[in-house]
């Protein structure tokens, strides 16, 4: 195989039923793909396993992988919502202590309070997160990815470039796009 083969080489491969090639993949992205969990799942033994669970729901999905993005970003997108389905899931198991999980109310303030921080300041804390997740999901496909490499992963302008197959420029102008939009709508919170 001397030559280096491109992601898109290589999930042509796995389309075409080569399995390898899709460990190569795996093992190409998978310590970004648990880095990229573990922003959201703090426990690292849970975040391997997130990151395990992202890379089987892209190996069950690559058939009907197009290519209208780079992999790098498709996975990263599958590894983000694997991360926040798993945060909910967590978030639904009873935590030991004795709450009636008929009452969703009671349910979550018990596991808000445990943490120890004020009712204010977690209502604000949770409003602000839910109105950057608000305002995030509400922009275009190609805002909020640039956002969300760059904000979330840490990644720099030249990778996100190279992720997005776009100049840049590009991608400096879509991070500043999507970070109007979300202080603006963070402005009335703060």
């Known amino acids: 195989m001397g030559v280096e083969e491109t992601d898109q080489q290589l999930v042509q491969r796995v389309q075409r039923g080569d399995k390898t090639a899709f460990d190569v993949l795996v093992r190409k992205y998978q310590h970004k793909i648990v880095k990229l969990v573990a922003r959201y799942v703090h426990d690292h033994a849970e975040a391997q396993d997130v990151a395990q669970e992202s890379f089987i729901k892209a190996y069950r999905a690559l058939p009907r992988f197009r290519g209208d993005s780079a992999f790098y970003t498709w996975i990263y997108r599958i590894a983000i919502n694997t991360a926040k389905n798993h945060l909910v899931s967590l978030a639904r198991r009873p935590t030991g202590q004795t709450v009636d999980l008929q009452d969703p109310e009671a349910y979550e303030a ?59 420029g590009t991608v400096r102008s879509r991070i500043f796009r999507a970070r109007e939009v979300i202080e603006a709508r963070l402005a009335p919170l703060l």
């Open 110 to 168: 018990n596991a808000r309070l445990s943490d120890g921080d004020t009712p204010e300041r977690l209502l604000l804390s949770d409003e602000i997160k839910r109105t950057v997740d608000a305002a995030i999901r509400s922009l275009p496909d190609e805002l909020r990815t640039a956002i969300v490499l760059r904000e979330l992963e840490g990644m720099s302008y030249q990778e996100i470039a190279v992720a997005m197959e776009c100049p840049v």
